[in-house]
């Protein structure tokens, strides 16, 4: 992993690594979860291109993209600090974990603003069981009068049975999490990273977004400076790793298939990374008497970034019209792989 993050820092082709390993690392989230998603399908549907409805697994293997994204924009202590945790976690009031230390780095007291801060979250919250309690009996002193009240409708934030376990407290399964979290705080970044993997599934967090723990996970090895220049694809390496290692009885086994899944990680960049490079040096001996108005650079550019690329996405991109981005990815001699006559798609060999 660090090997790879140092060739990383100095690579041409790091933002389009970067870009490719989020549309992978969500697809492979997927697979995990027994779903298929194609690719190709997520890349056009990123691009606002799809050429079918999307499917439910597609929207959100996107949403799995998108937090990728979020949390490589975001400075390195932002997911696992309380401000990103709550937003990635989708939780709007104070949580504070048990044993959570601050950002210097003080134990688990609690400074006087986080008081006033909890208290303040404390006291919204009692206005509102009051307020509710004042509807209640507004409304039933309409009833008792004879008036006409329509029917009760759920608030935004209620989650219907139908969907969600009400007996699952998400809320004592983060609490719970943060403290595996506070307590390997001393332990190398690996291990660390391949114990919490391993709680994240044991406990089982989250009911619809077993995909997040991960994401946390390789947003702490960024934290931990080992992969400081990009955002592990953790799901990615899982995904090499036989389901009997990941889910086996003894938490021994399961823990070396996350260390196992992080090194596949680690190798799968690798050589994805080798092959990018090889890729660019030979477009580019492509560009040679060009002219400096020629779009080919850009296209080389933008077929780095993406597993695949339609005539439409160039179209975008490259302001070029139809025939004209056909003329550049024929120039380019760039690889088609769909094998269809309509809707194709391109991509490096």
Same mark, same amino acid.
């Given at each position: &992993?660090?090997?790879?993050?140092?060739?990383?820092?100095?690579?041409?082709?790091?933002?389009?690594? $970067?870009?490719?390993?989020?549309?992978?690392?969500?697809?492979?989230?997927?697979?995990?979860?027994?779903?298929?998603?194609?690719?190709e399908?997520?890349?056009?549907?990123?691009?606002?291109?799809? +050429?079918?409805?999307?499917?439910?697994?597609?929207?959100?293997?996107?949403?799995?993209?998108?937090?990728r994204?979020r949390?490589?924009?975001?400075?390195?202590? /932002?997911?696992?600090?309380?401000?990103?945790?709550?937003?990635?976690?989708?939780?709007?009031?104070? &949580?504070?974990? %048990?044993?959570?230390?601050?950002?210097?780095g003080?134990?688990?007291?609690?400074?006087?603003?986080?008081?006033d801060?909890?208290?303040?979250?404390?006291?919204?919250?009692?206005?509102?069981?009051?307020?509710?309690?004042?509807?209640?009996?507004?409304?039933?002193?309409?009833?008792?009068?004879?008036?006409? $009240?329509?029917?009760?409708?759920?608030?935004?934030?209620?989650?219907?049975?139908?969907?969600?376990?009400?007996?699952?407290n998400?809320e004592?399964?983060?609490?719970? /999490?943060?403290? $595996?979290?506070?307590?390997?705080?001393?332990?190398? %970044?690996?291990?660390?990273?391949?114990?919490?993997?391993?709680?994240?599934?044991d406990?089982?967090?989250?009911?619809?977004?077993?995909?997040?723990?991960?994401?946390?996970?390789?947003?702490?090895?960024r934290?931990?400076?080992?992969?400081?220049?990009?955002?592990?694809?953790?799901?990615?390496?899982?995904?090499?790793?036989?389901?009997?290692?990941?889910?086996?009885?003894?938490?021994?086994d399961?823990?070396?298939?996350?260390?196992?899944?992080?090194?596949?990680?680690?190798? $799968?960049?690798?050589?994805?990374?080798?092959?990018?490079?090889?890729?660019?040096?030979?477009?580019?001996?492509?560009?040679?008497?060009?002219?400096?108005?020629?779009?080919?650079?850009?296209?080389?550019?933008?077929?780095?970034?993406?597993p +695949?690329?339609?005539?439409?996405?160039?179209?975008?991109?490259?302001?070029?019209?139809?025939?004209?981005?056909?003329n550049? +990815?024929?120039?380019?001699?760039?690889?088609?792989?769909?094998?269809?006559?309509?809707?194709?798609?391109?991509?490096?060999?």
């Amino acid at each position: &992993m660090a090997r790879l993050d140092e060739r990383l820092a100095r690579s041409p082709v790091r933002d389009g690594f $970067v870009e490719r390993q989020h549309f992978a690392d969500a697809a492979a989230a997927l697979w995990l979860d027994g779903e298929l998603v194609h690719v190709e399908d997520l890349v056009l549907h990123d691009a606002h291109m799809d +050429i079918r409805t999307p499917t439910h697994e597609l929207t959100r293997a996107h949403a799995v993209l998108r937090t990728r994204r979020r949390i490589l924009s975001q400075r390195p202590d /932002w997911a696992l600090g309380r401000e990103g945790f709550l937003a990635l976690t989708g939780r709007g009031g104070a &949580m504070p974990a %048990a044993g959570q230390k601050n950002r210097e780095g003080q134990g688990a007291g609690t400074s006087l603003v986080e008081a006033d801060v909890r208290d303040d979250a404390e006291d919204d919250l009692l206005a509102e069981e009051f307020a509710e309690i004042d509807a209640v009996l507004a409304r039933s002193s309409k009833i008792l009068s004879g008036a006409d $009240v329509p029917a009760r409708t759920p608030r935004s934030d209620e989650r219907p049975d139908l969907i969600y376990d009400l007996d699952w407290n998400e809320e004592e399964r983060l609490a719970e /999490w943060q403290a $595996v979290l506070a307590e390997t705080r001393e332990l190398p %970044a690996v291990l660390r990273a391949a114990i919490l993997l391993e709680a994240w599934s044991d406990i089982e967090v989250l009911q619809h977004a077993a995909w997040l723990g991960p994401q946390l996970v390789a947003a702490l090895l960024r934290q931990e400076g080992l992969a400081g220049n990009h955002l592990a694809c953790l799901h990615l390496g899982a995904k090499n790793i036989p389901r009997e290692r990941r889910r086996a009885r003894n938490r021994s086994d399961r823990m070396l298939a996350s260390l196992d899944a992080i090194h596949e990680a680690a190798l $799968v960049g690798l050589k994805e990374h080798d092959r990018l490079v090889m890729a660019k040096s030979q477009m580019e001996r492509r560009l040679k008497q060009r002219r400096t108005s020629s779009k080919l650079a850009d296209l080389v550019e933008f077929v780095l970034s993406r597993p +695949i690329v339609s005539t439409g996405m160039i179209q975008e991109v490259l302001k070029v019209s139809k025939q004209g981005a056909l003329n550049l +990815i024929g120039e380019l001699g760039l690889r088609e792989m769909t094998g269809r006559g309509r809707f194709r798609a391109w991509g490096v060999i």
